[in-house]
């Protein structure tokens, strides 16, 4: 195992920060060795269960590089974001967004496809495979070449560049009370599909583009997005499978689910080829089945004023359109006002708080017709 450390810039002299990967297997030395994933923890740096699975992730690779099943390179990010790990405000630890700013640590990324347009042509010729390394070679000039303004913009260029030419990406979140759950590129449901099998997730919401570029589709987008503009030219793979794996909520946090996630992880990974055959626990089916969902399908449910927050159903539970999903209540005059789905679905995931703001979203259902349009996810 290879650790490789990063030096972000200092937002005021002294105040240098350092990110930290963990390389894994052959490719470690030898770009050429193999296939390459990475696995990074805790983007978001207040959704702690991934900082765990890390910590099981990282004694389980380093075993398993021991025993010589690593295929090619396998990364891990223990802890994706050191600069949101420390930022606090009255008490309380803020990891989703950059105190200074305001922006989402999983927002604003680049997106590769316009300026792989431009440089691309010329380059690209009748094999799949050597077009597939010319375009990771571009992605990783063009992201070379981003001059970050901040050091949040220093370390989502890192976290990037880092994964634009792996095969596999793997990035752990979590909701706040959720049931396991995934988001994933439409183009590879199947894929995703199998990995919330592992991981005994109960739903896999689908988009190709979600809005704002997050971290995931700044991997991964780009490729069909490319097939789709020049594949009637050059043939193009779909290089890339990254998802976005959403661990539950924020208190579930314990030895024995983390392990059991890590395992579920190292299942896939050894599906997809990164280990050798028989070197994960195979995971046990799962008691309710998987589904792949759209997420224009996700009603997001919204406070329609503000007050107590009582849940009416429960996670898992399916709901029909117009049912009472929760209610919200004035304490002072008593008055409860019902939130309602608006759509037969899965109530797969909703706040950890019990007070809501007028037009705060509280929960998720997702329903199998979409029916949203535009920026598909939270702030
Ligand atoms: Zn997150």
């Known amino acids: 195992m290879i650790e490789r450390r990063q030096s972000l810039p200092a937002s005021a002299p002294g105040c240098e920060a350092h990110a ?31 900082l765990l699975v890390g910590v099981h992730l990282r004694h389980e690779l380093a075993r398993l590089e021991t025993e010589g099943r690593i295929r090619g390179e396998i990364v891990l990010v223990p802890m994706a974001n050191v600069l949101g790990a420390s930022q606090a405000l009255l008490g309380s630890h803020i990891g989703r967004f950059d105190l200074g700013t305001g922006i989402n640590f999983n ?3 680049r997106h590769l496809t316009p300026a792989l347009l431009n440089r691309l042509p010329g380059q690209l010729g009748a094999d799949a495979t050597v077009n597939t390394a010319v375009i990771r070679q571009a992605s990783r000039q063009l992201l070379d070449e981003w001059q970050p303004a901040s050091a949040a913009e220093a370390l ?29 590129p439409t183009p590879w449901a199947e894929v995703g ?30 490729w069909w997005e490319l097939k789709t503009a020049l594949g009637t030219q050059y043939p193009i793979e779909l290089a890339c ?36 055959t028989g070197s994960a626990t195979a995971a046990a089916a799962p008691a309710v089945g998987c589904t792949a969902l759209p997420l224009e399908g996700v009603d997001p449910l919204t406070a329609p004023c503000g007050g107590v927050v009582v849940f009416a159903r429960a996670l898992g539970e399916a709901v029909k359109v117009g049912e009472k999903v929760a209610e919200v209540i004035d304490p002072l005059t008593g008055q409860a006002t019902p939130v309602t ?38 702030l």
């Open 156 to 184: 989502k260029r890192w976290l990037q560049r880092q994964a634009v030419d792996a095969d596999t990406v793997l990035d752990l979140h979590c909701d706040g009370q959720a049931l396991m759950h995934l988001y994933a």
């Open 241 to 276: 499978f990254s998802t976005t794996v959403e661990l539950r909520g924020q208190a579930d946090v314990c030895h024995e689910v983390a392990q059991r996630d890590a395992q579920g992880l190292l299942a896939f990974l050894e599906q997809r080829g990164h280990l050798a």
């Open 20 to 50: 930290l990967s963990l390389h894994f297997g052959p490719g470690a030395n030898d770009p050429a060795a193999g296939p390459k994933a990475v696995i990074q923890c805790a983007l978001h740096a207040d959704e702690i269960p991934g």
């Open 193 to 222: 599909l199998s990995l919330g099998r592992c991981l005994e997730a109960r739903v896999v919401l689908l988009a190709e583009e979600s809005g704002d570029d997050p971290f995931d589709e700044s991997v991964s987008r780009h």
């Open 341 to 378: 789905s608006r759509v037969d679905g899965v109530f797969f995931a909703h706040s950890k708080a019990r007070w809501a703001l007028r037009g705060e979203r509280i929960g998720k259902v997702a329903g199998a017709q979409a029916f949203r349009t535009g920026k598909l996810l939270s």
């Open 107 to 109: 927002r604003g990324y």
